[in-house]
Every structure is written in C-alpha cells, then in structure tokens.
C-alpha cells in the first residue's frame, strides 16, 4: 500500500449527516461535510487520548470527539477543549492530520500523503461525467483481495475471452485468437494501451446489444497505483467507459468503486440494466481473482511464469518499484508484526511545515 496517491474513500451520497469512519491504507479515517458542504478527512484518532473521532458528532462546523469533547475543524485543529479555562490556550499539538479531498464524479477523493499539490500524481478523470447525450452510474463493492490484484486484472486483458466468455467476443473467437497490445504508451503515472475486440456482437441476456459497424475496440490502463479504466468503443457512436477506484482498505482487502458512463441506453430507466450487467463482470473477476496465490502480489517474478502477453501487467508493477524507490510504499509487514497494538497516521501535507505531531507516521519501506 501507497501513500501519497489520490484514493476515493466514499460516493457523495455516503458522506451525509453523521461523521463517516472509512477505513484505508489499513488505518482510519473520518470523512464529514461541514455547513458550506465540502467534505473534510482527518485522521480518526483524537490527539487527546485516541478515542475515534467518527463516532463523535457534528457542531457546526467542527466535529467532536465522543470522550470529552474536543472539537476539530476541517484543518484538523483544535479549536475547543470544553475543560480548558478561557485564558488558556489551545496546545499546538492538538491537532489531527487533515487531507485534502475533491468531491466529484459522484465520488469524494481523498490525497492520502504529505506531498504539496503541485507534485501530486494525477487523478483518474470521469471525462464524460454530466455531458449532453451521456448516462453515469456510480457502483461499489468490497472484494476479499488486494488492490493491486484488481488493476492486474485489468492490465491483462486477455483473461476477457475466459472469465468474460459472453462479454463482447463472439463464441467463435473465444479463446482462440491473438491479442494484439496498440499504443502501448507508458509514463512515470500510467501505462495504456488498445486491443481490438472480433466484432461488437454482445450478449444481450448480460448487456443489451447495440446496432452498429464492428469496429469495437478498447482503449486500457492505470493511472496511478490503484485506478485503472477501460473505454470501449462498440460501435462507431457507441462508447462505453468504466472508470475504476480501487482503493486499499488493509494489505488483504480493497473497496472498488466504478463510475460507468455511455452514450447508448439513455436515463435512469435503462441503468438497472447497466448495474447489473457490471455486477455480473465483476463478480466473474471476482471468483478467480480471490483464488489468486499468493494474495498479494510477489516481490518479484520469481514465482510465477510471465510471458510477452503479461507486459501490461509488467509495466504496472514496473511503476510500483519506482513508487517503492520514492519511499512512498507502507512497511505492511511492520503493521502486521505490531498487531495493532500502536498508532499510526499516513501523514498529511501539514506534516511538511512542522514536526509537532502527536501521532507517528505509518512506517515506510
Ligand atoms: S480522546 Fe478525544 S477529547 Fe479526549
Ligand atoms: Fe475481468
């Protein structure tokens, strides 16, 4: 697991009233929504004497730990100690770790880590999110597996003709034709690529079939350690473009959320259809993935036998040894060996400015 990458820790429609704990990177956090609206994620764990902040309550535009009562705001300062004598001030280590977050797509993003805007690795873009002619649906899941594993499945795209045998390729191709990798482009943030598929024959008792010529073809890729797309083009005008957030809840478990958009089967009375059918795909993934040994992935490819057609999966893990060399990867195996028994904060931007914390940064390969 990574820090210092954007994750997408809940749907707009999660993160209401109440403070939300969401756990990611095997540590928790407390997404709120203060008076104006926008969405705040602190660390969970109250400077005071660690009590989870989720389970206080909103004050306004504070929110307020459950045992006695400090109240943070959106910064993560402490801005009330109720037992604290007026003329006292406030600790500067009263504070908690506060990360910037983005509301959008549907989604509320948080950039867990302390690097400065301005040297952020970018975030997967739904581009074509509220356009004329275009229908989103916005899905999630939690899966028994790593991340890591989910954006490796996407990279291989040669599984679709095994696990997704009525998904897009005809009977008479599956399993039985080379695969061709177009474009294939790598950059310090994404590896992508094209593969076309035999024509655009889909099944329609999974995904309702679409006229048009057979020019389907689909464009692939990750951006970043955990988000990964696929656009496939199905007929001249039909586009479909799945977006996906893996997001780490610990080493073993992942929160996958998928924004869905297209300019076919338009409004809300065709997305039932559309939920569905990506239900179906992703529990298909689902029951090989989570068969996978080891379940994370391996340190190297010693154990496992990788050929020419594994190069998008390659490349990906390519990119995470230089996220690794960064220092940016989190010590799993450390957390594992402490059980639990300490504290720990991915550490925020602030931590940049200053030293005075209360909590310890996670540990760091
Ligand atoms: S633990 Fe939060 S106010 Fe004491
Ligand atoms: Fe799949």
């Given at each position: 697991?990574?820090?210092?990458?954007?994750y997408?820790?809940?749907?707009?429609?999660?993160?209401?009233?109440?403070?939300?704990?969401?756990r990611?990177?095997?540590?928790?956090?407390?997404?709120?929504?203060?008076?104006?609206?926008s969405?705040?994620?602190?660390?969970?764990?109250c400077?005071?004497?660690?009590?989870?902040?989720?389970?206080?309550?909103?004050?306004?535009?504070?929110?307020?730990?459950?045992?006695?009562?400090?109240?943070?705001?959106?910064s993560g300062?402490?801005?009330h100690?109720?037992?604290?004598?007026?003329?006292?001030?406030?600790?500067?280590?009263?504070?908690v770790?506060?990360?910037?977050?983005?509301?959008?797509?549907?989604?509320?993003?948080?950039?867990?880590?302390?690097?400065?805007?301005?040297?952020?690795?970018?975030?997967?873009?739904?581009?074509?999110?509220?356009?004329?002619?275009?229908?989103?649906?916005?899905q999630?899941?939690?899966?028994?597996?790593?991340?890591?594993?989910?954006?490796?499945n996407?990279?291989?795209?040669?599984?679709?003709?095994?696990?997704?045998?009525?998904?897009?390729v005809?009977?008479?191709?599956?399993?039985?034709?080379?695969?061709?990798?177009?474009?294939?482009?790598?950059?310090?943030?994404?590896?992508?690529?094209?593969?076309?598929?035999?024509?655009?024959?889909?099944?329609?008792?999974?995904?309702?079939?679409?006229?048009?010529?057979s020019?389907?073809?689909?464009?692939?890729?990750?951006?970043?350690?955990?988000?990964?797309?696929?656009?496939?083009?199905?007929?001249?005008?039909?586009?479909?473009?799945?977006?996906?957030?893996?997001?780490?809840?610990?080493?073993?478990?992942?929160?996958?959320?998928?924004?869905?958009?297209?300019?076919?089967?338009?409004?809300?009375?065709?997305d039932?259809?559309?939920?569905?059918g990506?239900?179906?795909?992703?529990?298909?993934?689902?029951?090989?993935?989570?068969?996978?040994?080891?379940?994370?992935?391996?340190?190297?490819?010693?154990t496992?036998?990788?050929?020419?057609?594994?190069?998008?999966?390659?490349?990906?893990?390519?990119?995470?040894?230089?996220?690794?060399?960064?220092?940016?990867?989190?010590?799993?195996?450390?957390?594992?060996?402490?059980?639990?028994?300490?504290?720990?904060?991915?550490?925020?931007?602030?931590?940049?400015?200053?030293?005075?914390?209360?909590?310890n940064?996670?540990?760091?390969i």
């Amino acid at each position: 697991m990574f820090i210092n990458f954007w994750y997408c820790a809940a749907t707009t429609e999660n993160v209401g009233e109440q403070p939300l704990q969401v756990r990611m990177l095997g540590q928790d956090f407390v997404l709120f929504r203060d008076s104006a609206g926008s969405v705040h994620c602190l660390n969970d764990v109250c400077a005071h004497r660690g009590a989870s902040l989720s389970h206080g309550k909103l004050q306004g535009n504070l929110i307020q730990c459950p045992y006695p009562g400090w109240r943070y705001d959106g910064s993560g300062a402490c801005q009330h100690i109720p037992t604290l004598p007026e003329s006292s001030r406030i600790p500067a280590r009263a504070r908690v770790d506060s990360y910037p977050t983005i509301e959008k797509h549907g989604m509320v993003f948080a950039f867990l880590g302390d690097l400065p805007e301005d040297q952020r690795p970018p975030r997967l873009e739904v581009n074509e999110w509220g356009d004329d002619g275009w229908s989103s649906i916005v899905q999630q899941w939690e899966l028994g597996y790593p991340y890591m594993r989910a954006v490796e499945n996407a990279m291989d795209v040669f599984h679709n003709d095994f696990v997704h045998p009525e998904f897009m390729v005809p009977d008479a191709a599956q399993g039985n034709r080379e695969v061709p990798l177009f474009d294939f482009t790598e950059t310090e943030w994404n590896t992508t690529f094209m593969t076309r598929l035999p024509n655009n024959e889909l099944d329609d008792s999974v995904i309702p079939s679409v006229e048009g010529d057979s020019i389907a073809q689909v464009n692939t890729g990750h951006i970043g350690v955990s988000s990964y797309f696929s656009f496939v083009q199905i007929s001249a005008e039909q586009r479909l473009c799945l977006y996906f957030y893996a997001t780490p809840i610990d080493r073993l478990h992942t929160r996958l959320f998928l924004v869905t958009t297209r300019n076919f089967m338009p409004g809300e009375k065709h997305d039932q259809e559309m939920i569905q059918g990506n239900e179906h795909v992703v529990m298909q993934d689902v029951a090989v993935i989570g068969g996978i040994r080891p379940y994370t992935t391996p340190a190297n490819n010693v154990t496992e036998l990788l050929i020419a057609e594994d190069r998008g999966v390659a490349a990906y893990r390519e990119r995470v040894k230089e996220w690794t060399a960064k220092g940016w990867r989190i010590d799993s195996a450390a957390l594992a060996a402490d059980e639990g028994l300490s504290v720990y904060a991915v550490p925020s931007p602030a931590r940049k400015e200053s030293s005075n914390w209360v909590i310890n940064p996670v540990p760091l390969i």
